[in-house]
């Protein structure tokens, strides 16, 4: 514990092992009280028993010297010799006189109380010890401790049995008138007193010692250990404070950061999870004792996953392995898993420790960047189709007016000289009027083939007008003769809507367009042709929907209608659709169409109505 202090002191006795050391104390008393008190019921018991055994054989030996005395005696008759009775108690007395010590030991005959002959009994103990012998048959000494006059002693009684007749004769020649005595009477006894106070004080500090020292030993042995155990306890607290609070650090860090731990056993099986996980859909709790395939439905297939489990089977870290859930607050959320896995010192496998995020917004923003660079690449697609495109009809542009110039004025000289040539054939009857017919139709033709090239090379400012479309639009269809057999149906849904358009180029789109579907059902001999013109408003356009029943257009041929100078007919310049489409777009409007190939074709125009509220303006 270092220096022994009050504070220190208080603090170990407070601790465990110091309330374990006072047990330990309190036993160890209890322990050395009970060898103490052992140890001297020994001594004392032992002494006991030596003592007494000791003390009965001298007595035996007294009475065996008085009695073979007395037999002597009687063999020789000498009447002068000392009767036994006063020999026994002078020669007690004498030897008692020799012994002055209070310490040593006091020997004495006596008789019984009342009948003595030389002496009585010492004190009332001795003189009823004595009566208890003449009430038993086989009297037996007695050996106990007495406090005699404040002294403690050590007393052995040993009965005097009148065991010979000479005996008997002898103390009734001296019984002055008192009871007369019978052969085996018991006429008193012999007594030695020990004195054991001393002999006792010793034992009971021998026993103290003894008591005390195993006391201290056991003190000495439990204290040390006590010390030892409340240092390593204390130093065990320190560690665990020291853990507790770096676990404590981790766990703030954890809980307070947007990504979350998380630890799988070597059955792969979650046994923690950080807090910040609930954001991804599930608390820590739905995840423990799981696999992670047990949590992740989403998002995973099943190539991904084979190789996440081989990485996992392989024990190899893995990095950004992406699944989806959906979140709290039912949002879809995209989640990476990083981790790797945990080995001990010996290389055993313990499992996987990782991270995990939420990585929405960087999907969010992918996808969003994905998006930009998608918008961005068609916006240089269409830049670059736009300067092909321009390039090509600027070269068409200068072909054209070259084309033009160079074929106008030889039209118009054939169409000239056809006329004279008509005139003069008419007048003079040569029935040439069929063959001057086909030649005037080839040069409508071959005019009309200049004006379309001359149409799509130059790109003429619109020249905008409010109509109300519904009425416009009938007013077109109204112009148009249809081929015998071709019913034409309207079904206009934009009443009343007025629209800024240029109506002789947007009247061009709708001839084109009706042409080209009265084209296709001649063409084909559809059983069913119909011609269907509508009109229908969407929120912010306008459209303008014209369907055949024809054959329908091949659906490798439908990418390419809108190319310049590409024609499935005959004759042609392929000229028509571009031109269309170059007039729609014009107007800031865009056109679709749709063909199923046996059940005819859809076009649709669509023009933006914001023309329309500029020109209320």
Known sequence: MGMLTPASLRRFFRSRAGFN????????????????????????????????????????????????????????????????????????????????????????????????????????EMAAVIESFASMREPKPVSAFLNVGGQLLFRTVYPSIASQQSCVDCHNGMAGGKPLWHLNDVMGAFSIDVPVTAFLHRTMQYSIGLGLSVFLALAAIG??????????????????????????????????????????????????????????GLAPQAHLGKRRQEVVN??????????????????????????????????????SVSGRPVFDDKGRFHGYRGTA??????????????????????????????????????????????????????????????????????????????????????????????????????????????????????????????????????????????????PERLRSVVVNLVENAVQAMTEAAS?????????????????????DSGPGIAPEVLPKIFDPLFSTKSFGTGLGLPTVKQIVEQHGGRIEIASTVGSGTRVVVCLPMHETREMAA
């Open 357 to 502: 995020r939420d990585v929405t917004a960087e999907v969010a923003n992918e996808v969003e960047l994905a998006r930009r660079v998608e918008e961005r690449t068609a916006e240089l697609r269409q830049a670059q189709e736009g300067l092909i495109r321009s390039e090509r009809l600027s070269v068409l542009g200068q072909l054209t007016a070259t084309v033009a110039h160079e074929l106008r004025n030889p039209l118009s000289a054939i169409r000239n000289s056809i006329y004279a040539l008509k005139e003069l054939v008419t007048s003079k009857g040569l029935g040439l009027d069929r063959q001057i017919n086909r030649i005037e139709r080839s040069i409508g033709r071959c005019d009309r083939i200049v004006g379309d090239l001359l149409d799509f090379a130059r790109s003429r400012q619109l020249q905008r007008a409010p109509i109300m479309l519904d009425q416009w639009l009938g007013d077109v269809l109204d112009e148009q003769k249809l081929p015998e057999g071709i019913g034409l149906i309207h079904d206009f849904a934009a009443t009343g809507t007025v629209v800024s358009v240029d």
């Open 527 to 547: 059983p069913r042709r119909e011609l269907e013109v509508s009109t229908r408003r969407h929120g912010e356009e306008i459209e303008i929907a014209i369907a």
């Open 223 to 280: 204290g040390t250990l006590a010390i030892q155990h409340f240092r390593q306890v204390s130093q065990r607290e320190v560690v665990e404070a020291l853990l507790r609070e770096s676990e404590a650090r981790f766990r703030g860090f954890a809980e307070t950061a947007s990504d979350w731990f998380w630890e799988q056993d070597a059955d792969l099986r979650f046994t923690f999870l950080s807090d910040p996980v609930r954001s991804s």
């Open 298 to 335: 989403l998002g995973v297939t099943d190539e991904q996953w084979r190789a996440h489990q081989a990485d996992l089977d392989a024990r190899r870290p893995f990095q950004n392995f992406r699944f989806q859930r959906h979140g709290e607050d039912g949002s879809l959320r995209h989640i």
């Open 21 to 124: 050391l006072l047990i330990f104390l309190a036993f160890s008393a209890a322990l050395a009280a009970g060898v103490g008190y052992g140890v001297y019921q020994f001594s004392l018991n032992s002494f006991t028993v030596s003592k007494s055994q000791e003390k009965i054989t001298a007595l035996e030996l007294v009475d065996a010297f008085v009695t073979n005395y007395s037999d002597v005696r009687t063999t020789f008759g000498n009447s002068s010799a000392p009767v036994p009775a006063t020999f026994r108690a002078h020669s007690i007395d004498l030897f008692n006189a020799a012994r002055k010590d209070n310490e040593a030991l006091r020997l004495r005959w006596v008789g019984r109380a009342g009948r003595e002959i030389a002496t009585p009994p010492a004190d009332p």
